[in-house]
């Protein structure tokens, strides 16, 4: 960093001592984030208010932002009231008028007179008999003068205390003194023609000339941005590839046998994607594999199929879920599927007891287990005690979409050099994939073996509550079970259980009184719910209210009915995973959503949601829909946000940075070349940590 300069301010100026500032407002800025000069010229405007369109009064059209000149027709002052008033004037543009006020601000009145000619900036809305702006901008101009051109104005977010005049001053003052402060990241040849360099940018970005100036000084910050996220990937990417891994060949008469297990033709797409894990795994690098397919697709049987061939070569298999509920359910089909086989299995779930756990544990280690169905918390057992494996080959971790790159690295750090394939029932965009999982390849089930079920999706009116429970009552008479999915109080899972519970005695109480009702909650223990599971599973109950902790995987053939309450609160990806819930079976499903008070927005992604079976097409709608942020958690994934850049919206740039940052770690050593060093630094300061990227290169 080059030193602090004698006089003046440097980017590193805490903006306390800028011009404007001062110790009241630099504690206004510091709520957003703002602490030093630099942060100032990389505080990106909201959004733009386009005021450089001189518009005719006769082309307006309500809300527009625009500027119109004319000459001043008349002028006219009111008071209202004690210290209260009212400016007006009228300006003609040919036979058009519009007319602009001003409250409480008498001065006003000296800077008008009639005859002048002037520019007025702001919102034009249309009154009874002619268009207004209230408090516009103006602009003085010469007798016949037409087209100033006005300003495009930044609008940055704002925090109380701090107007948009006085943030706008701010930033302008500090971008005047220090653009040309500001080091260049990007060398030459990961600038494009269109990608500004670093001071125009951020000169363009504050104060642009025109929209078009705006857009393409937003787009290298856009770029920057996106560019340096998929360097981090393109670098981890290349490191895992850098790693070991055993070469597990799965010959043609091991495939044969490993076929020979399942009761059914493979479709083509389990087909495909196995030949994808077959090649993967062929190489002495490690497979890292994402497998996505709707609920019901066949991923299991892609895993099934992948550990039996691991340990067909004499390798350890583990398969990793996220709840005690889901391995308990994964032991319990490869007991059945491997019943006849030697196949040996152990079961490591947080419900062991000490010393369960320590056999358990010790026969891993003495290699007496082939495969281990496990919850995510055997990463902390391996932290503890260096690999807990006696021959580790494969890591399956199942139904985990938040299992981002944060959490895979831990499971590298915990020693378990393996092959990975990770497998999620949610469909990802493409563009979040490439985001976060941009260090995996990925593969797609995308069509369903055949005889799934449908399910009947409809969105429940209050009017047709009696209807839809008289309809379920029927189904749970002809044999069927179903699950009721409790409304959300609160956000608390406290609340949340109590109200689960609450749900359960109004349900076992009234409308479900002669049927066999249970309940599953998150703040139960995984005993108590699997409990309640296995009474479900096996019949002894009819019914099972829930939080959405049945959201994933958990597979009751007979399961047919759903009510959800409070649609309105789950995204459409998570709908779809309780929808997967009743379509297991030799019966179609019937689901019925509830959402009181939903607004219009909701009411349509629920309607959105019933017209529609595909999962990858449900995905991409709420991800147009709410963005990225609420399917994915971003944060989850330990990964920095975004500060500019919006996946839905800039996926073009997106693809762009990831083209050229792929070419460039592939073409270089991981450090890339010379002249990438300040890019290198910042990949490193952003994401060294979380991307474990330090020891690359
Ligand atoms: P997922 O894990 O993707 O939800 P599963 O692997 O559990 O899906 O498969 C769902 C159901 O479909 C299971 O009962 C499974 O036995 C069955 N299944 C899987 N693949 C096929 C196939 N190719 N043909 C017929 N049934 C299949
Ligand atoms: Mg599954």
Redesign the pocket.
């Known amino acids: 960093m080059s030193s602090e300069r004698q006089q003046g301010e440097s980017l590193q100026t805490p903006v306390q001592f800028l011009k404007g500032v001062g110790p009241q407002r630099a504690a206004l800025l510091e709520r957003m984030g703002i602490r030093l000069a630099r942060d100032l010229l990389f505080f990106f405007p909201r959004t733009y208010e386009d005021l450089s369109q001189v518009a005719r009064v006769s082309d307006l059209q309500e809300g527009d932002v625009v500027s119109v000149c004319g000459d001043i027709e008349e002028t006219e002052f009111r008071q209202t009231g004690p210290g209260r008033s009212v400016f007006g004037i009228l300006i003609r543009d040919g036979d058009q008028f519009l007319r602009a006020v001003w409250f409480n601000q008498d001065f006003m009145q000296q800077r008008f007179s009639r005859g002048q000619r002037i520019m007025l900036s702001g919102q034009a809305k249309r009154q009874t008999t002619t268009w207004q702006m209230t408090h516009p901008k103006v602009k003085n101009l010469d007798v016949g003068e037409n087209d100033p051109g006005g300003q495009v104005l930044p609008v940055y977010p704002l925090t109380e205390g701090l107007n948009q005049n006085q943030i706008r001053r701010i930033v302008s003052a500090a971008v005047d003194a220090l653009a040309d402060e500001v080091d260049e990241v990007l060398p030459d040849e990961l600038r494009g023609a269109d990608i500004l360099g670093i001071a125009d940018a951020i000169r363009d970005v504050h104060r642009p000339p025109t929209m078009e100036r705006a857009e393409l000084a937003r787009r290298r910050f856009i770029y920057q941005e996106l560019l340096v996220l998929q360097l981090a990937l393109a670098m981890r990417r290349k490191s895992l590839q850098e790693n070991d891994a055993p070469k597990l060949e799965i010959n043609a008469k091991i495939d044969a046998r490993i076929r020979r297990r399942?009761p059914?033709?493979?479709?083509p797409d389990?087909q495909q994607v196995i030949g994808e894990i077959r090649a993967d795994l062929a190489l002495d690098r490690p497979m890292n594999r994402l497998l996505q397919?709707?609920?019901?697709?066949?991923?299991?049987?892609?895993?099934e199929y992948a550990m039996l061939g691991a340990i067909a070569v004499g390798y350890q298999a583990v398969i990793m879920a996220p709840t005690d509920v889901l391995a308990q359910q994964h032991m319990r089909?490869l007991e059945r599927d491997l019943a006849e086989s030697r196949v040996r299995l152990a079961l490591l779930t947080g419900s062991l007891t000490q010393s369960e756990r320590k056999a358990t544990l010790d026969k891993i280690a003495g290699g007496e287990v082939d495969i281990v169905v496990a919850t995510h918390a055997i990463t902390h057992a391996a932290r503890k005690e260096a690999s807990p494996f006696h021959r580790l080959g494969l890591v399956v971790i199942?139904?985990q979409h938040k299992f981002g790159v944060k959490q895979r690295a831990e499971l590298k750090q915990a020693g378990l050099n393996a092959h990975y394939l990770v497998?999620t029932?949610t469909p990802i965009p493409r563009t979040i994939s490439i985001s976060l999982f941009g260090d995996l390849d990925v593969s797609s089930?995308r069509s369903?073996?055949?005889?799934?079920q449908e399910v009947h999706t409809y969105v429940g009116e209050e009017d047709k509550r009696d209807q839809w429970w008289d309809f379920y009552r029927k189904k749970l008479l002809e044999g069927r079970q179903g699950y009721v999915i409790a409304p959300l109080v609160a956000q608390s899972e406290q609340v949340d259980a109590a109200n689960v519970e609450e749900a359960f005695e109004e349900l076992a109480s009234d409308r479900l009184e002669s049927f066999r009702v249970d309940l599953v909650h998150g703040r139960m223990s995984s005993a108590e719910k699997e409990a309640a599971m296995s009474r479900f599973r096996n019949g002894e109950t009819q019914v099972l209210v829930a939080t959405s902790v049945v959201e994933v995987?958990v597979?009751v053939?007979n399961a047919t009915l759903m009510t959800i309450e409070d649609a309105g609160r789950f995204g459409l990806a998570q709908l779809h995973q309780l929808r997967?819930r009743i379509s297991?079976g030799a019966h179609p499903g019937y689901l019925c959503v509830f959402a009181e008070l939903a607004s219009e927005e909701t009411k349509k992604r629920l309607r959105a949601f019933a017209d529609t079976t595909d999962g990858f097409a449900l995905a991409e709608l709420d991800f147009q829909m709410r963005g990225p942020g609420d399917i994915f958690g971003t944060k989850q994934h330990g990964l920095p946000p975004f500060r500019i850049a919006d996946l839905q919206r800039d996926d073009d740039v997106l693809e762009e940075a990831r083209e050229r940052a792929r070419q460039l770690i592939d073409a270089h050593t991981a450090e890339g070349p010379p002249s990438w060093e300040r890019l290198h630094q910042m990949v490193l300061a952003r994401f060294g940590s979380v991307l474990e990227l330090g020891d690359v290169g």
Do not use: H, S
């Open positions: 399942f059914f033709e493979l479709t389990q397919g709707d609920v019901g697709a066949g991923k299991t049987v892609v895993a089909t199942d139904e497998m029932a089930l369903a073996p055949p005889g799934r995987g597979d053939a997967g297991r």
